[in-house]
T-cell receptor, first 114, second 114 residues
Framework: ETGVTQSPTHLIKTRGQQVTLRCSSQ?????VSWYQQALGQGPQFIFQ???????GRGNFPPRFSGLQFPNYSSELNVNALELDDSALYLC?????????????FGEGSRLTVL | AQSVTQLDSQVPVFEEAPVELRCNYS??????LFWYVQYPNQGLQLLLK??????LVKGINGFEAEFNKSQTSFHLRKPSVHISDTAEYFC????????????FGTGTRLKVLA
């Protein structure tokens, strides 16, 4: 069983640039959630995708956007990067939206904005 | 609104000693509670979860937690820790309604000393 994989693992950008992070969900999972984990903090919910539609969003501005593809993989896009966007971005997959269950996390993409 | 408080940012403990990591939550609705562990440079792994039923929940690696509704707590315990338990531990809450929007605490760093 293939787990959740994320790419890239590390990247450095400068303020104002745009970044795309990618996530492949665990086999059999149709829901993907994205979390931002700033240094020394707990993860914060960005949004969730189910069947290619956004299904819930946290308190993040519109410059944070995402996609889910027919194979359930997902992208997180961040435009107009700010210094405070520096964080570990975690992708988590699960089996269904609206039902409680375990989130399976990838190892994250660490973004540094200079 | 839901929130999670982990009062202890760091907990040092000697190997083979017992440990308790504290978690308190606030919510106006029924909640589901989780403990996740994060090892260095890795994603989050589920230790255990409380959905309903017995208030004492057993998880992986010898950990257990007790749900106390009157005290709105979900403390994590282990009777005898190992060096390998050194990691960051996160408590999370979800009302399970509609999305997988988990609210995480700020984490407790458990450091097991030889």
């Amino acid at each position: 069983e293939t787990g959740v994989t994320q790419s890239p693992t590390h990247l450095i950008k400068t303020r104002g640039q745009q970044v795309t992070l990618r996530c492949s969900s665990q086999s059999g999972h149709n829901t993907v959630s994205w979390y931002q984990q700033a240094l020394g903090q707990g993860p914060q919910f960005i949004f969730q995708y189910y069947r290619e539609e956004e299904n819930g969003r946290g308190n993040f501005p519109p410059r944070f956007s995402g996609l889910q593809f027919p194979n359930y993989s997902s992208e997180l896009n961040v435009n107009a990067l700010e210094l405070d966007d520096s964080a570990l971005y975690l992708c988590a997959s699960s089996t269904a939206s609206g039902n409680l269950g375990e989130l399976f996390f990838g190892e994250g993409s660490r973004l540094t904005v200079l | 609104a839901q929130s999670v408080t982990q009062l202890d940012s760091q907990v040092p403990v000697f190997e083979e000693a017992p440990v308790e990591l504290r978690c308190n939550y606030s919510s106006s609705v029924s909640v589901y509670l989780f403990w996740y562990v994060q090892y260095p440079n890795q994603g989050l792994q589920l230790l255990l979860k409380y959905l309903s039923g017995s208030t004492l929940v057993k998880g992986i690696n010898g950990f257990e937690a007790e749900f106390n509704k009157s005290q709105t707590s979900f403390h994590l315990r282990k009777p005898s820790v190992h060096i390998s338990d050194t990691a960051e531990y996160f408590c999370a809450v979800s009302n399970g309604a509609g999305t997988y929007k988990y609210i995480f605490g700020t984490g407790t760093r458990l450091k097991v000393l030889a």
